[in-house]
């Protein structure tokens, strides 16, 4: 019993830990009043651009700076067209969620031979897990806290997103443009450059996302590896009404339903694996329908500005 709980603990925050990365980005994007349904896109961008990237050079680090790289550049593109040139951020990200996925799929075949996925990365070139060795092998702690690096680094991530929107002059001028642009505008802050900033920004932590995928999850890039995990992300901005914590608790309900299904299907309990894979969509449409209406969402999300 103690031991399926730290399974399932520890599982939640190995599952969590993509989708609260994609989530924080979501949100520092949206704060500013851009509104990034194209999380999907970015994040197979970067899953895939990690797994390269890794795999070539034998360094997960590298990787993970290529991943962040790739999605922040789709991010800043992104950032572009909404801004300067007001063009529908929903058909933007739609288009993005179409371009992410088929550019790196033509990619990823260009560079390994004709291969829709990557080659699977060695131990030896996947990320460090930390507390490896401190804890007895097959603890309780060591189910818990034996977790890639990725996991602290997207726990220590929340804290540093909740003081840089909250605690600094950068964060504050971003929240501002995102609720009253031109208010913001006659105070002499420059709401196109924050927004296209913010969206940069954005990107870069959601490529971050899915490098962790690809590198530390499963260990190499497929076409269905992200599986709807960015729209995952999106619905824990809405469910986390635009804060920082109410993402964190957002992604950890949807990291702990996957982690159900895992532990479900290595038990003798007999369900239809087709109803297990379908719960964390399930529960993404039920808390949707239930907080959608209590939400409270930036004022100016979704509204390009103009001068």
């Known amino acids: 019993m103690i031991n399926s709980i730290a399974f399932l603990i520890g599982a939640t925050l190995m599952y969590s830990t993509p989708i609260l990365f994609t989530a924080l980005g979501g949100l520092i994007s949206e704060k500013s009043g851009i509104v990034n349904i194209g999380l999907e896109g970015m994040m197979v961008a970067g899953a895939f651009s990690a797994a390269a990237v890794t ?57 390994f031979n004709g291969s829709t996925n990557t080659p699977t990365i060695d131990t030896s070139e996947k990320l460090p897990k930390l507390f490896a060795n401190i804890f007895t092998e097959g603890s309780f702690l060591d189910f818990v806290f ?38 913001s505008e006659t105070l002499g802050i420059n709401v196109y450059h924050l927004r296209v900033m913010a969206s940069t920004i954005s990107g870069a932590i959601v490529g971050i996302g899915g490098a962790s995928m690809s590198i530390a999850l499963s260990s ?6 992200i599986a709807g995990q960015g729209f995952i992300a999106l619905a824990a901005v809405i469910f ?16 702990f339903t996957q982690s159900l299904v895992i532990f479900i299907g290595g038990t003798d309990l007999e369900f ?15 808390t949707l329908i239930i907080f959608k209406s209590k939400s409270s969402a930036p004022k100016a999300l979704g509204i390009p500005y103009e001068r």
């Open 55 to 111: 795999t070539i050079t034998g360094n997960p680090w590298f990787g993970l700076m290529a991943g962040s790289l790739t999605s922040g550049t789709i991010a800043f593109v992104h950032g572009l067209l909404s801004v300067y040139l007001g063009a529908n951020q929903i058909v933007s990200g739609v288009a993005i969620n179409f371009l992410g996925p088929a550019i790196s799929l033509f990619m990823c075949k260009q560079l």
């Open 146 to 183: 034996h977790q890639d690096i990725t996991v602290y680094l997207a726990l220590f991530l929340v804290l540093v997103i909740g003081v840089f929107l909250n605690k600094t002059i950068i964060g504050l001028r971003i929240k501002s443009v995102g609720e009253h642009p031109k208010a």
């Open 220 to 225: 190499h890039f497929s076409p269905t590896l």
């Open 240 to 255: 986390g009404k635009w804060k920082v914590t109410g993402v964190l608790n957002a992604c950890l309900l949807f990291g």
């Open 272 to 286: 239809p694996s087709k109803i297990l894979s379908m719960l964390p969509y399930f529960v993404t449409i039920i």
